[in-house]
């Protein structure tokens, strides 16, 4: 059978039509679905007084994994306790915040133990001194790589967070930019965006200059005067973030964080989860 033209011209154009949508579904596809934690920082007190409630309401809310930050100051809730809890309402433990002192001398292996237990892998630290020279950014860049190897031999890994000062000039150097170039990719980065000063308050910048270095970022809406908002109800570009964190981030866990006094605990990061659900166009109100 011979094709006119015209018969010709039309499957050439629905092959280009197939084609075409392959690849927007190539597209699709590759904005891979993130789940969505809590930092245990939003509820701390209310966690120290019922591991066992505040989980479960967590889980209710439709959380599905907690960050625990600085575990340690709760000396009579165990791992083993946690762990139960997190199991009982089949949530994950996202990462741990701690300290760069329980990675030091005896603490390393208390801190390996009780991460074991809690069924972590990925220990965060949560905030470092205010260094004053590009040298000692380089040097504890150098600590990083080292605990990243010996962490890597128990199946852990090690990542730092961000405060504002990471991101203001150290001898017209950005420290947050010194230490990541000075350190492998084993050593991951979350970013707090949310957390970064008016001087230099971009984000996407980060999440681009560093691709497949994010692991997570504390989800953390803010007003144009740098105050704290409801996730949503702030100016921060949350579109383009969650691109960039299903594309090329390599972002593991979104995890929301709010640290205002100005609602309850508990309906902060309620109210936190359904506007990240909206900007994230997943459907239902956290319960």
Avoid at 32 to 45: D, H, L, M
Avoid at 52 to 60: P, T
Avoid at 118 to 143: C, D, F, M
Wanted: glycine share 8%; hydrophobic share 35%; proline share 6%.
């Amino acid at each position: 059978m011979r094709l006119t033209r015209r018969e010709w011209a039309g499957l050439l154009a629905g092959v280009a039509g197939w084609t075409a949508s392959c690849r927007r579904a190539e597209q699709t596809n590759a904005r891979k679905r993130i789940p969505i934690a809590i930092e245990s920082w939003s509820v701390r007190t209310l966690l120290g007084q019922d591991p066992e409630g505040v989980i479960a309401q967590i889980a209710q809310m439709g959380y599905e994994g907690i960050e625990l930050a600085h575990y340690y100051q709760y000396p009579d809730i165990t791992a083993e306790r946690f762990r139960k809890a997190l199991d009982a309402n089949k949530l994950r433990c996202a990462n741990v915040h701690i300290g760069l002192k329980n990675l030091e001398g005896d603490e390393l292996k208390k801190t390996l133990d009780y991460n074991h237990t809690l069924g972590n892998t990925v220990l965060i630290v949560a905030s470092l001194p205010h260094y004053q020279t590009i040298a000692e950014w380089r040097e504890i860049a150098k600590r990083f790589d080292e605990l990243a190897g010996q962490l890597g031999e128990h199946g852990m890994r090690i990542g730092y967070h961000n405060h504002p000062g990471d991101f203001l000039p150290v001898e017209g150097q950005v420290p947050w930019e010194v230490f990541f170039q000075n350190t492998s990719a084993r050593v991951i980065h979350q970013l707090d965006v949310g957390n970064m000063p008016p001087e230099n308050p971009d984000p996407l910048k980060y999440l681009k200059m560093f691709p497949g270095r994010t692991q997570s970022i504390h989800v953390k809406d803010r007003t144009a005067d740098f105050k704290q908002a409801i996730t949503g109800e702030g100016v921060l570009p949350f579109a383009e973030i969650f691109k960039l964190c299903s594309t090329i981030g390599g972002t593991e866990w979104y995890i929301v964080e709010y640290e205002s006094d100005a609602y309850p605990p508990m309906e902060s990061i309620r109210r936190c989860l359904e506007g990240t659900r909206r900007l994230l166009g997943e459907a239902g109100p956290a319960a």
